[in-house]
C-alpha cells in the first residue's frame, strides 16, 4: 500500500493522501489504462516547469522543484502538470525556508540543516550527524518496519537499536559505512558486508570487509528478519536474480527494506546497461551513468564511481509479488522531522 507514515508518534498521522493512493497492482492498472501521448504531455508541461526554473538561474533549487514535481506525475492528468508548475514557481520562492531546525530522527537530536546543494536527496544534511535527506527518509521506513514487525513505537534510530526488542532480530545490511550502519553496529545479531569484486566468493573476508555478492550470498535459507539495501539495486547486472535471493534468505514474515531508483511512469525497467555472463562485456543502451563515489576496496570499479544497470518501473513492482513479496511503497514527508518532500519512494517487501 501506499503510505506517508514512518510512525504513529509522528504528527502527520492524520492519514494524509498522497498523489499515491491506491495498492501498487491497482495503481499500476490504472497507469496502464493511460494512453503513451498523454503521458508526453505532461511530461513535456513538467519539462516547461523546470525550464522555467533554468531562466530564472535557480540551479541550486532545481531539484527541489524535480522532488516537488515528481508525484504530480504519477496520474499523468493536465491538472497534475498544472501543479506541478505551481509547485516549481514556489520553488523559486521559497527554498530559503530549507535552512531550518528540525529533529532528526538517526541521531535523535534537535538540529537544522548544514548544506543545500541542487542533488537534494543528498544533501540537507543533519549538522549534528550528518545525515543526508536520503538517509532520514530511509531511516523513518526502517524504523517503522520495525515497528510494524515487532509490535513496537519508537520514533528514532537511537530508540530502536537499544531497545531489546531487537536483541532477537536478525539484520543484514549490505553496506559496512555510513551513519545508518553506526548506529546498527551495537545490535546483537547484525551483519553488514560489501561487494568486493567477483574474483571474490560469498562470506570470504577481504581486508577485515566481509564479501557478499546479493545474486548468489553464503547465507542459508530463511536466515534474516530484516535486509536492508540502499541505492544498490540499480547497481547489480542482474537484479532480479539478487530480488529472488533476498526472498529466499529472509524468514517468512522477514522485510526487505529498500531505497532504489524508480519511477512509477514507466511500464518497463528501463536498462541503461547490461552485462554479457560468459565474456563479462558490458554493453551500454545509453550513456553510462555512475552513481556515488567508487568503492576503493571494490576490484574492477571505475574511478567515475559505480555504475548504473537499471532504473526500475511497474515492472518491478509485477515481479516482486509475483516472487511472493508483499510490496508497500511509502513518500514520507514531514519537514519537523527534516523529511523534506514528497518523493523519493521507499520500499518494503514482506516474505509471505
Known amino acids: 500500500m501506499y503510505n506517508l507514515l514512518p510512525s504513529e508518534r509522528l504528527p502527520f ?110 544533501s540537507c544534511g543533519c549538522a549534528r550527524c550528518g545525515a543526508t535527506l536520503r538517509h532520514r527518509k530511509y531511516s523513518a521506513t526502517l524504523v517503522r518496519t520495525f515497528n510494524k514487525k515487532l509490535g513496537t513505537n519508537f520514533l528514532t534510530l537511537p530508540e530502536a537499536v537499544q531497545s531489546p526488542a531487537l536483541s532477537n532480530q536478525h539484520i543484514f545490511n549490505t553496506e559496512t559505512t555510513g551513519i545508518i550502519d553506526q548506529h546498527l553496529r551495537s545490535c546483537q545479531n547484525y551483519v553488514h558486508s560489501e561487494f568486493l569484486g567477483v574474483t571474490h566468493q560469498s562470506g570470504e573476508v577481504v581486508g577485515g570487509i566481509l564479501h557478499q555478492n546479493l545474486m548468489e550470498t553464503s547465507y542459508a535459507d530463511d536466515t534474516f528478519d530484516f535486509v536492508l539495501t540502499s541505492e544498490v539495486f540499480e547497481h547489480i547486472p542482474f537484479p532480479y536474480t539478487a530480488f529472488q535471493e533476498i526472498y529466499r534468505i529472509l524468514k517468512p514474515g522477514g522485510y526487505h527494506v529498500m531505497s532504489v531508483p524508480h519511477v512509477l511512469a514507466l511500464k518497463k525497467d528501463r536498462i541503461l546497461a547490461s552485462l554479457d555472463k560468459e565474456t563479462g562485456e558490458i554493453t551500454y543502451h545509453q550513456p553510462p551513468q555512475y552513481h556515488g563515489e567508487p568503492n576503493p576496496l571494490a576490484e574492477g570499479g571505475s574511478s567515475k564511481g559505480i555504475l548504473c544497470y537499471t532504473v526500475f518501473g511497474q515492472e518491478m513492482i509485477k515481479r516482486l509479488h509475483a516472487m511472493g513479496f508483499e510490496v508497500e511503497v511509502e513518500h514520507i514527508y514531514d519537514e519537523q522531522y527534516g523529511l523534506f518532500t514528497k518523493s523519493d519512494a521507499m520500499f518494503t517487501m514482506r516474505k509471505k
Not at 84 to 97: C, E, K, M, V
Open 13 to 122: 498521522a492524520q492519514k494524509e493522501k498522497s498523489a499515491l493512493k491506491d495498492e501498487p497492482l491497482e495503481m499500476i492498472e490504472k497507469i496502464e489504462q493511460v494512453s503513451e501521448q498523454e503521458i508526453q504531455q505532461v511530461e513535456e508541461s513538467v519539462y516547461e516547469a523546470y525550464e522555467d526554473v533554468y531562466r530564472e538561474g535557480k540551479s541550486s533549487i532545481l531539484n527541489y522543484a524535480g522532488n516537488v514535481i515528481e508525484p504530480f506525475m504519477y496520474d499523468h492528468y493536465e491538472e497534475d502538470a498544472k501543479m506541478a508548475r505551481s509547485y516549481a514557481d514556489q520553488a523559486l520562492q521559497t527554498a530559503g525556508r530549507f535552512v531550518k531546525e528540525f529533529k532528526c530522527l538517526i541521531c535523535g537530536e534537535h538540529t537544522h540543516t548544514k548544506d543545500f546543494q541542487a542533488n537534494f536527496r543528498e
